[in-house]
Structure formats: C-alpha cells, structure tokens
C-alpha cells in the first residue's frame, strides 16, 4: 500500500463532530478499561464500507512507563488494537457479521509501521471493508496517521467468535 491509496481524505474528517464517543463504541466493542484503544469515531461511509476513528494517545497509558523508559514510544500492537478495534466497531455497528459473535483477530497481512507514535499524539485510524463473509470473517486494509504522517498500514483479518461459548468459558463476556 502506498500513501497515495489513502483510506480518507482530511478535509472529510471533522473532530468538532462525533459520530460515536466512547459510550457509543462500548455499545458495539467489548473492550473495556486499558484495552479501549477509541476515543471517538469522526467519519463513516456505509458505500465505500470506510470508518475514521481516533485515539488520543496520554501520558497515562499502561505502557508509557515501561516501553521505553525515558522515550515512550507506542507498542505496534496497540496500534494494530486500534486498527482492529476501529473495523470491529464498523462490522458490528452496520450488523455485517451476524448475531451472537464478536470479531476476534485471525491474522494481519502487509502491516507496515513508519513512525513512532508518542504520548500527546492523537492517532488517526482510517478502515475499509475489503471482503466479509458473514457470521465468518472479514478483511480489512487500516492506516493510521499522527498529523498527517502515515505511521502504519496494512490489512487485518477479522473471524467471527461465538460469544455464547466465550462467556461460558470467562464468565466476563456479556
């Protein structure tokens, strides 16, 4: 993927204007606390199957202590948590996977990462919906931007989770 494949364009997004605050993503993602990796969500495009959501990145995530000590730099993985919580937020949200599943990661393909991301940085998650099989899985090409440098891009694989057999299991699914 290249920079000139953009997901969105900037002048389509408007942070004055939220389309679903953290509340609203809670309704659609089941991750809670230090793992909600959303602040809010600023563009969808139900015909282009597109989403642009965003995380403002604080002195006070869980990693900033440890990684690395002196020069907080965010984890890949956290961004790629972004990522996927930004297409899961979208298939759930436009009902495209099914009932009784959640969207758990399957596999990650062409993930590039370009530029560090800091504390004080507001990340800037873009998806599109490439290929969904309902009730199975779905793809998804994301990039991700601090300003408008590209920091990360690449595609992720989504697969349908029973939630019924999770709670059962964990007993903390609902």
Request: net charge neutral.
């Amino acid at each position: 993927m290249s920079n000139k494949e953009r997901i969105f364009e900037f002048c389509e997004l408007d942070f004055n204007s939220i389309i679903a605050d953290q509340d609203e993503i809670r309704r659609h993602n089941p991750q809670r606390f230090e793992v909600e990796q959303l602040t809010g969500i600023v563009f969808e495009d139900d015909v282009r199957k597109r989403c642009v959501g965003y995380k403002d990145v604080t002195d006070r995530e869980f990693w900033v202590r440890g990684h690395m000590p002196g020069m907080p730099i965010m984890p890949g993985v956290i961004i790629l948590e972004a990522a996927a919580q930004l297409c899961s937020y979208y298939v759930h949200k436009f009902k495209l996977m099914g009932p009784g599943v959640i969207l758990g990661l399957g596999g990650l393909e062409e993930v590039r990462f370009r530029d560090p991301v800091r504390p004080g940085d507001r990340l800037i998650v873009g998806a599109e919906l490439l290929k969904m099989r309902s009730g199975a899985m779905c793809v998804c090409r994301f990039q991700a931007y601090v300003g408008q440098s590209l920091v990360a891009e690449g595609k992720i694989k989504g697969v349908a989770l029973p939630i019924d057999a999770l709670a059962h299991v964990s007993g903390t699914v609902t």
